[in-house]
């Protein structure tokens, strides 16, 4: 009798996560910035009306495809997810990560368009966990910028992602001072630029993460944490050296040619691009400088 009672009881608890997650699968969402979505969701979205020749809006989803992105192509490419037309509504079935557009127009042509939300739909990526993610972006002074500085700057989103161009403003003397969640801390001097040219992102079983950086003129100080899961490689123009300590500087001067990696601690291997290829290890207190098609050298502080 105990048992006939306990299996009701457990069949009644299943119809009701049953109903409940029914429930919510069919109970669209909007899309977040940011957010992460288990395969199958349900996102609202604005449909196209049938009368084109009259200015509408609409909306159009688009889907990250890194090897478009590698070949030197436009990444996004448009997606149409499962769409009910009866309440305008996108089904998502396959992982990866999205961005929603909302376009404004006549017939097909786009007249204004405003990317409202990037979300990931499965399981987060490298790229997009909290390793990457942008705890604070400070000033010189340690006063914390706001969005609309961010922004003219290239910091709007609140981890680094492929392609994003950073640029710091002349009329900040003393750099930037931006903090991961791991306490890593990157630092660039007033006038710098950077783009983050590839990250491990879609690659969840890649690890530690991998982020690698173009610094297109100026200077970046690094200081990464011992227990952080991101592995940094910064190249130049004519260098690439890659982080396997915790404190170091990397410059690179276009003028000359010459890229200068300064370590404090731990240790960062540079490598030049042109030229025969040679590879250093520089150690604690010592400075390794490359110019032009000449290996690197190694020199102490």
């Not at 609409?58 to 992105?69: D, G, L, P």
């Not at 400070?138 to 961010?150: A, H, M, P, V, W």
């Not at 691009?273 to 207190?285: C, V």
Request: glycine residues 10%; hydrophobic residues 35%.
């Amino acid at each position: 009798m105990k048992n006939l009672i306990l299996k009701a009881y457990l069949m009644i608890l299943l119809i009701i996560y049953l109903v409940g997650t029914t429930a919510a699968q069919s109970d669209p969402l909007d899309a977040k910035d940011g957010g992460t979505y288990p395969v199958g969701t349900v996102l609202k979205a604005v449909c196209k009306p049938n009368l084109s020749h009259l200015k509408s809006t609409w909306t159009s989803f688009e889907v990250w495809n890194q090897k478009q992105a590698d070949a030197g192509y436009d990444g996004w490419l448009k997606y149409t997810p499962s769409v009910n037309t009866r309440n305008c509504t996108g089904r998502f079935m396959t992982q990866g990560k999205y961005r929603m557009v909302v376009v404004s127009g006549r017939f097909d042509r786009w007249e204004e368009v405003e990317i409202r939300a990037q979300f990931t739909i499965g399981k987060l990526s490298p790229c997009e966990g909290k390793s990457n993610q942008i705890v604070a972006v400070r000033d010189g002074s340690g006063r914390k910028l706001d969005d609309g500085e961010r922004d003219a700057m290239g910091l709007g989103n609140n981890r680094l992602m492929q392609g994003q161009v950073v640029r710091v403003p002349k009329n900040m003397p003393q750099g930037i001072e931006i903090e991961f969640y791991d306490y890593s801390i990157m630092r660039l001097t007033s006038g710098s630029q950077l783009k983050l040219d590839k990250c491990s992102d879609l690659d969840p079983q890649e690890t530690p993460l991998k982020i690698k950086i173009g610094l297109l003129l100026g200077k970046i100080w690094a200081k990464i944490t011992p227990d952080s899961s991101a592995d940094y490689n910064i190249q130049t123009e004519r260098a690439v050296c890659g982080n396997r300590g915790t404190v170091f500087s990397v410059e690179y001067n276009a003028a000359t040619k010459t890229t200068m990696v300064v370590v404090e601690e731990g240790s960062v291997w540079l490598k030049n691009l042109f030229g025969k290829p040679q590879t250093i290890d520089i150690g604690a207190g010592k400075t390794g400088t490359q110019t032009l098609n000449r290996a690197p050298v190694l020199r102490k502080n």
